[in-house]
């Protein structure tokens, strides 16, 4: 026997295992008509989702509650809450972002024969999403998927602070930072000099500064704004990354982010 469902009119229909909660239904219609609007009327809102006023107010109300609606204390206008936006905020396109970089990663991983990172800046710091190791090289594990790394250590963390407005780079550095290992940058004066480094020149190298003899190399993935939506980096020995006090994949890697910057539909500069 086919299953029944409940449409938002409260009537029984078959044909789906499912069952609509009517409510729920209804206070989904409700959300939805905000769609392109900033502010809607209990009229408007009442003749956008079909409901009657009674019915639509109730729902309002509720949704008040949860701060998914807020109200204008002026006009009385309805608009969507606070809570809307931090849902929002937690919709990224992470899993689009893994699944277009990692064909790049494992690419760099196998043809360097190191451990590739793909990293955003979140909440006030570097998050690892990505990480790829080659089974011929050194595999580096400082820096868990879901992990996060000192924004004053490594070539992603201090390559995604660097682009960060500068009231959030002054917030950021005036907190104790930590040292992992002798080379770690803890002075604030030397870490705002290494910052403008590396917005002028567009990636960092990372020496010793994680763990002595290990080097990470970074580069950014904009945007069309220029606004760095990831970064793509590469740890090893650091005989492996630096020839001549130089790092000798820098031009490959910036190549690499320059392909995932198209496909993620940006126009490249």
Not at 5 to 18: D, L, P, R, Y
Not at 57 to 77: E, V
Not at 120 to 127: D, L, N, P, W
């Amino acid at each position: 026997m086919a299953g029944k469902k409940i449409n938002m009119a409260g009537n029984q229909t078959t044909g789906s295992s499912v069952q609509n909660v009517r409510a729920v239904t209804r206070a989904l219609v409700v959300l939805n008509s905000f769609a392109g609007k900033d502010l809607q009327t209990l009229a408007e809102v009442s003749s956008v989702t079909g409901l009657d006023k009674g019915t639509t107010r109730r729902l309002l109300l509720t949704l008040m509650q949860s701060n998914y609606i807020a109200q204008d204390p002026l006009t009385h206008h309805y608009r969507l809450g606070r809570a809307i936006r931090d849902l929002a905020s937690n919709v990224g396109d992470t899993q689009d972002l893994r699944a277009i970089a990692q064909p790049a990663l494992v690419e760099l991983a196998s043809e360097f024969s190191v451990t590739t990172f793909l990293s955003i800046f979140k909440e006030g710091a570097a998050v690892c999403l990505d990480r790829v190791h080659d089974m011929r090289g050194l595999e580096v594990h400082w820096w868990q998927v879901g992990g996060t790394l000192p924004l004053n250590c490594g070539g992603a963390p201090k390559l995604l602070l660097a682009y960060q407005p500068d009231e959030e780079i002054e917030r950021l550095i005036s907190q104790p930072m930590e040292k992992l290992s002798e080379k770690s940058i803890t002075s604030k004066k030397e870490l705002r000099k290494r910052l403008a480094l590396i917005r002028e020149q567009g990636w960092e190298c990372a020496i010793d500064d994680v763990a002595l003899g290990l080097t990470a190399l970074a580069v950014p993935v904009f945007d069309n704004e220029n606004h760095p939506v990831c970064a793509i980096s590469i740890a090893g020995l650091t005989p492996q990354l630096i020839k001549n006090g130089k790092p000798v994949h820098l031009k490959r890697l910036q190549e690499v982010a320059k392909r995932i910057r198209s496909q993620l539909g940006y126009h490249q500069p």
